[in-house]
């Protein structure tokens, strides 16, 4: 997974750099893989099923000249989905999502008040951050040309950017600002609440690993 999470970004973007019809479907096959895999390793009848579906769709989309799409679509999704799973904590009745992430932090000990309201406006600012980064996304994958999805539908967009700025940010940037996000918040947090259970962001990120199973519903392991 982690080999397949590191090649697509640097498939996609040789593909739309080279125009290559090969490499787009490659880079499409997979973001498919990445997808499916683990539950292909888990057995999953559905996955299974849903293989020769994709492969299917594939085909039909390079016979149509659109094979660029899922390419388009894939930065676009995610950021929507990691999006929803920050999102849907701040409805009535839910734990925001980094508010469940720094009691489990805390523990025994708790949070106070202050870290709580803090923990809900970090959890709303990157779900506003991350449909952000998918909407910008979006406008550069409908009008780049050449194969932008605006030409793909016959459609002349009034300005167009060139498909390589589009495959540089989707592929690359986009990353690139969320980790940015995330260490510039991270700074004002230390800052802000010097007390934390953790010693440097490596100390972080390793007490964030044994807590992340807790964090989504799954007992550790």
Known sequence: MIGLAVAYPVLAHWAIMSRSVLLIEVSAA??????????????????????????????????????????????????LFVAWIFGHTLAAGQVPLIERFARLMHEPDGVSDEIVRYARGVTLSWTIFLISLALLSLTLALLAE???????????PPVTVPAEVWSLFANFLNYAIAGAFFLVEYVYRQYRFPDQPYRNIVDFFLKARRVSPRLMGRPES
């Open 146 to 156: 050449p194969e932008g999805i605006l030409l793909l539908m016959g459609v002349r």
């Open 30 to 79: 997979v973001l498919v893989l990445l997808v499916l895999l683990p539950r292909l390793v888990a057995r999953s009848v559905v996955a299974w099923c849903a293989l020769p579906l994709a492969a299917a769709g594939l085909f039909l989309l390079a016979r149509a000249d659109a094979a660029w799409l899922p390419l388009y679509a894939a930065p676009v999704l995610i950021n």
